[in-house]
């Protein structure tokens, strides 16, 4: 038997009772979906697992040995994620014939206490053999708090829900099943949408099953309205539905959302989940927890990751989906805000993408494994986009990666919750789709003592030559995406930057180099605590030594890295930095978001300190103004901080001007040039190396006033080359296709 303070004892007698009653009743409510799958000739299986979801208790997995001999776990792995290999058993427990073995999954990582926790309410467990093969699995959904899933006969049978855990102990009889996992599909005879007038909605089950329904977000129970007549929806609602068979075994839920009266342009996001997902003092992962309480929790619900099931409709004139997943608080200090940010994952093993959609204007891509729906970070109520305005500034046009963004409207559970920005969640499932690569073990180094560290990408590298050439100390990174993502982050000043908000990842497999991800500028462009416009960034770098500070102290000492640098932030700030591009953007995006800020403003400025309680639509351009500032300010106050920094001189005006013939890019320094010109002031004595990219299919014949040259040319600042790069059709290509 398992222990808990009074009040969790209680509630357990309290659930014994009601799933004793519902057995009698033949109503079989309100228990998990589960999946599992054995592996071959596995004596040793999965017997009995228990979940708090609360961090107040410890989660455990029992072993059992169903076969008729000693079984050494020594080797083993037990894991929480079916695609990683968690942790291996370091010790050698002999499991007799019949035997149990218990182990604790509270991040221990030694004797027999896992190296992981267990995901709450849903989530998956696997046991793998010393040789990689799969000894046992399950997969489980809306487990009950403070009931376990066991077998019954253990070892050998299906799994059920036993209100009295039994650890290390024989199971006792099963009474209750799992949800059925037979999909019992309900038709509505309207789909999720946004409607203008009131309906009637009209449910139908399978013949001979009934439907129990909710309109709160909850999952159907056994307490839920039968379904009898038509609903009559006459206001935004979320609709729940799940059939039951003749014998009382309750089906899959199906969840709709109608949204009514809405009048936005901006696409509408509806999360749907159980409220005890959300507001349960004890699991709920937006509540304040039980942080008042001595000796029970350490913080706030909301700072943990834990994760629940979700369901999220996505509705917009460019196309509806929907999609059922998991989801947690997302952020750091911004977590705090009544707000909150979330991370949306819908990916298994089975479909490593469940959003295939199109989810970006002007990004092809259709497969993600995850969104965010991001408050605004440190500039919540503020702006509210300083982070999406300087990602949407640098999108296509950098080497290392961004994050997309997307305003949408939000509702939770039917009640609308503000402007959010959707974000692609940089898992490692959509950074290997990003780059075209297959679904494989990453690396991913988070915050600057990771990227310093020796499984870092500065480790073994060797030291920086002072002259000569600096890139071979460099293999390991993509060092394009390394430039640019220094320049973009020194350009933006952002101060909590490097030891935070700091990630950078490679697959296991080395397939592509070192990458680096932009994220959390919310201080940047002289943001909350942030650099003012004249500020020269590089300081803190030079502060630091190695890994920690990026090399860029070890690095600067090369004249080489010196022009690079340097030259491509010249080119940045001509053309993804220019002044007038950058306003034109901020324009485009705060006038998708003015319509609806009024009324996001009195949805939350009631909820948080004495500042926000005055936010108007003067002040949020107060704030855009204090953007645009830097926008303009910031090209000369930069070129200052590099000739006082490394004294590459005053600015002289660059002028190119490349037409293309046939079909092909045009770069500086690595940087398109979408209209082929490159004009402004470049310090003195850098040289600018303009590059040709012919499109597939395509090859580059030359320049058409100067033949002589090759694909890349030299122009130092002050000078001017104006010409035709000319792109002729492979016809090798062509004829061996």
């Known amino acids: 038997m398992i222990s808990m303070p009074e009040r969790n004892v209680l509630g357990q007698s309290v659930i014994s009772k009601f799933a004793a009653l519902a057995v009698a009743l033949g109503l079989l409510w309100a228990f998990p979906l589960l999946s599992c799958a054995w592996g071959a000739d596995s004596p040793v299986v999965i017997n009995e697992i228990f979940v708090d979801g609360s961090s107040n208790y410890t989660d455990w997995i029992e072993l059992y040995n169903k076969g008729d001999k000693p079984v050494s776990l020594k080797g083993y792995v037990l894991t929480d994620n079916l695609e990683e290999r968690r942790w291996v058993i370091p010790v050698d427990f002999i499991i007799k014939p019949g035997g149990f073995k218990l182990f604790y999954c509270d991040n221990g990582g030694f004797h027999d206490h896992a190296g992981f926790g267990l995901d709450s309410i849903s989530g998956e467990v696997g046991l793998f053999r010393p040789d990689g093969g799969l000894a046992d699995s399950l997969v489980y959904d809306d487990l009950p708090r403070f009931s376990s899933l066991g077998r019954w006969p253990d070892g050998t049978g299906e799994f059920f829900v036993h209100d009295d855990p039994t650890r290390g102990s024989?199971?006792?009889?099963?009474?209750?099943?799992?949800?059925?996992?037979?999909?019992?599909?309900?038709?509505?005879?309207?789909?999720?949408?946004?409607?203008?007038?009131?309906?009637?909605?009209?449910?139908?089950?399978?013949?001979?099953?009934?439907?129990?329904?909710?309109?709160?977000?909850?999952?159907?129970?056994?307490?839920?309205?039968?379904?009898?007549?038509?609903?009559?929806?006459?206001?935004?609602?979320?609709?729940?539905?799940?059939?039951?068979?003749?014998?009382?075994?309750?089906?899959?839920?199906?969840?709709?959302?109608?949204?009514?009266?809405?009048?936005?342009?901006?696409?509408?996001?509806?999360?749907?989940?159980?409220?005890?997902?959300?507001?349960?003092?004890?699991?709920?992962?937006?509540?304040?927890?039980?942080?008042?309480?001595e000796g029970v929790g350490t913080s706030q619900n909301w700072r943990h990751n834990w994760r629940r099931p979700v369901h999220l409709d996505f509705l917009a004139e460019t196309g509806d989906w929907q999609v059922d997943g998991k989801m947690r608080i997302y952020g750091g200090a911004s977590r705090a805000r009544p707000q909150k940010s979330f991370v949306i994952y819908a990916t298994s093993q089975e479909e490593p993408y469940g959003i295939r959609h199109r989810l970006f204007p002007g990004n092809p891509r259709d497969a993600y494994a995850g969104i965010i729906l991001r408050n605004g970070g440190d500039a919540w109520l503020r702006t509210g986009i300083r982070?999406?305005?300087?990602?949407?500034?640098?999108?296509?046009?950098?080497?290392?990666?961004?994050?997309?963004?997307?305003?949408?409207?939000?509702?939770?559970?039917?009640?609308?919750?503000?402007?959010?920005?959707?974000?692609?969640?940089?898992?490692?499932?959509?950074?290997?789709?990003?780059?075209?690569?297959?679904?494989q073990p990453v690396d991913v180094m988070d915050g600057g003592r990771e990227v310093g560290s020796e499984k870092g990408p500065f480790a073994d590298m060797p030291a920086v030559p002072v002259e000569g050439d600096y890139r071979p100390t460099l293999e390991a990174l993509d060092i394009d995406a390394f430039l640019d993502y220094l320049a973009v982050e020194l350009y933006s000043g952002n101060p909590d930057w490097p030891d935070g908000n700091i990630k950078c990842w490679r697959p296991k497999s080395k397939a592509i180099k070192w990458q680096w991800i932009l994220f959390d500028l919310d201080r940047g462009f002289d943001g909350k605590r942030g650099k003012s416009v004249d500020e020269d960034p590089f300081d803190i770098l030079y502060r630091r030594r190695g890994g920690e500070g990026l090399m860029f102290r070890e690095l600067a000492k090369n004249p080489g890295f010196?022009?690079?640098?340097?030259?491509?932030?010249?080119?940045?700030?001509?053309?993804?930095?220019?002044?007038?591009?950058?306003?034109?953007?901020?324009?485009?995006?705060?006038?998708?978001?003015?319509?609806?800020?009024?009324?996001?403003?009195?949805?939350?400025?009631?909820?948080?300190?004495?500042?926000?309680?005055?936010?108007?639509?003067?002040?949020?351009?107060?704030?855009?103004?204090?953007?645009?500032?830097?926008?303009?300010?910031?090209?000369?106050?930069?070129?200052?901080?590099?000739?006082?920094?490394?004294?590459?001189?005053?600015?002289?005006?660059?002028?190119?001007?490349?037409?293309?013939?046939?079909?092909?890019?045009?770069?500086?320094?690595?940087?398109?040039?979408?209209?082929?010109?490159?004009?402004?002031?470049?310090?003195?004595?850098?040289?600018?190396?303009?590059?040709?990219?012919?499109?597939?299919?395509?090859?580059?014949?030359?320049?058409?006033?100067?033949?002589?040259?090759?694909?890349?040319?030299s122009v130092r600042a002050g000078q001017t080359f104006i010409d035709t790069a000319i792109f002729e059709p492979d016809n090798k290509q062509r004829e061996k296709e």
């Open 170 to 293: 024989a199971n006792p009889e099963g009474l209750n099943p799992m949800r059925s996992t037979r999909e019992a599909p309900i038709s509505f005879s309207r789909p999720s949408g946004r409607y203008d007038t009131p309906f009637d909605l009209i449910l139908t089950a399978p013949e001979g099953m009934r439907i129990r329904y909710t309109m709160d977000g909850s999952l159907p129970d056994a307490k839920s309205p039968l379904y009898d007549a038509p609903l009559r929806i006459e206001e935004t609602a979320v609709l729940r539905a799940s059939a039951v068979s003749p014998e009382g075994r309750a089906h899959a839920v199906f969840t709709r959302s109608y949204i009514l009266n809405e009048r936005t342009r901006l696409p509408v996001v509806s999360v749907v989940s159980d409220p005890k997902n959300l507001w349960d003092r004890e699991v709920g992962i937006y509540a304040e927890g039980f942080t008042d309480k």
């Open 387 to 439: 982070d999406a305005f300087q990602q949407e500034m640098v999108r296509g046009r950098v080497a290392c990666d961004t994050l997309d963004y997307r305003p949408v409207i939000a509702y939770l559970n039917g009640r609308y919750w503000g402007i959010y920005g959707m974000r692609e969640h940089m898992s490692r499932k959509n950074l290997l789709a990003r780059h075209g690569l297959p679904v």
């Open 562 to 713: 010196v022009q690079d640098i340097c030259a491509r932030l010249a080119v940045h700030m001509l053309t993804t930095f220019a002044p007038e591009r950058g306003l034109a953007i901020l324009d485009r995006i705060a006038g998708d978001l003015r319509p609806e800020m009024e009324r996001h403003f009195d949805r939350w400025r009631w909820s948080w300190n004495f500042e926000r309680l005055f936010m108007s639509m003067n002040r949020w351009d107060a704030y855009l103004d204090q953007l645009r500032d830097y926008c303009r300010e910031r090209p000369q106050a930069m070129l200052n901080i590099l000739d006082k920094r490394f004294g590459v001189g005053t600015a002289q005006n660059i002028r190119i001007r490349i037409a293309r013939q046939g079909r092909g890019r045009i770069l500086a320094e690595n940087v398109p040039l979408d209209d082929g010109r490159l004009e402004g002031p470049v310090p003195r004595s850098l040289v600018i190396h303009v590059s040709v990219e012919p499109e597939p299919g395509f090859v580059f014949k030359g320049w058409r006033d100067h033949p002589e040259s090759g694909p890349q040319i």
